[in-house]
């Protein structure tokens, strides 16, 4: 299974103690070692530390820069190591740059050669994601890398142990998304473990994504940071998804406005509508329904009417309350997603 990417990149093109490191979606190295920085770089180049990456492709950029207009990034074949018990995959971009990818142990980086070369030229030449000289791009580019990758690898290569009820490897993407402080860590983590901390106040950066047996199937729930600088990455979560959540805390009327504008934009940018959807209002203990229906049909009508769900496009929706913190309707949860899905 691919566990991370990373980005190094010269900041002067000698000075290896001088390095922009990047990864994804933890560190490759602690800050205060850079140990196994220098081991990857080391091990790509046979040896050599003082050169810069892949001195035998300078020639093959020198001739590409003569065509200034297009500017083909120069991407080398993968080379491996390993180092200690990790699988490591890297590509030198432009003699500048290492892109590499980390597997477990048991893997073999080889199945993952094609689709390495074919997304990193495709993302950087044909589709010119990443000029390298903006950090968002750099991540962006990193993250969309990983997804796919990872993704070739569940549905193609692995036949992970917990896939054992989709022998083929099928799973079922579930995208959770909404704004900051919703509760879809809480939710996800419910889910996951059964468990829920009150003012478990840790906002995502990342997709955090989780692997989920159920007897009616395998979920990977991928719960998106909600943070307004992190929206942007919403678009690149969404690719492939099989239902699309989308959370609301009830019980913050202030941010209504906020989380009604940045669904829309989202539905609207897209073509969500032969996704199925489930609209989740969540944090409805803070609202005092006492588990009275009528109630919280009335309250359900009213959400509907603010954030005019009624003008979805959409005919495979649902909207549920729940409170993750004292799990009500968490269970219609997961019977909704495959009820949803499975329409
Ligand atoms: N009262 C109440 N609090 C909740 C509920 N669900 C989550 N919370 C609290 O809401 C806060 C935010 O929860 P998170 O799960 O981190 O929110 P998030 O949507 O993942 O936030 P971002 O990662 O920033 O997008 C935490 O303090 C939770 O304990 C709920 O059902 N009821
Ligand atoms: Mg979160």
Redesign the pocket.
Known sequence: MLLKIFLLKRKNSHDLNNLDIYSYPEDIDKKENNEIVLKIIHGHDHGSLTEPCCGDINTSREKNDTNTNSKPFVISSPVLQIIGDQNIYTVCVNSEMLIGLIFEKDDNPFDYKEIFEDLSNELLNTEKWCSFKDEREIENLLITLFIDIKRFGDEILEEAPEVSFHPSGLFTKVFLF??????????TRRIKTGQ?????????KRFNIEYIQREDGLLSIW?????SSFRERWLLGLQDSNIIIY?IDV?NQLRFDESKTEFWRIYNENDLKDIPLLIIG?????INHNNNDEQLIRTEKEINNYFEFDNLQHSNWKFVF?????SFNIEKVLNTIFTLVSA
Not at 223 to 227: A, R
Not at 282 to 286: E, Q, R, T, Y
Not at 322 to 326: A, E, L, R, Y
């Open positions: 909404g704004i900051d402080n919703v509760g879809k860590t809480s939710l829920y901390k009150d003012n478990f106040f840790t906002p995502n719960d998106s940071p909600g943070q959370m019980a969540n944090k409805i203990d803070l729940t409170s993750v913190k004292t």
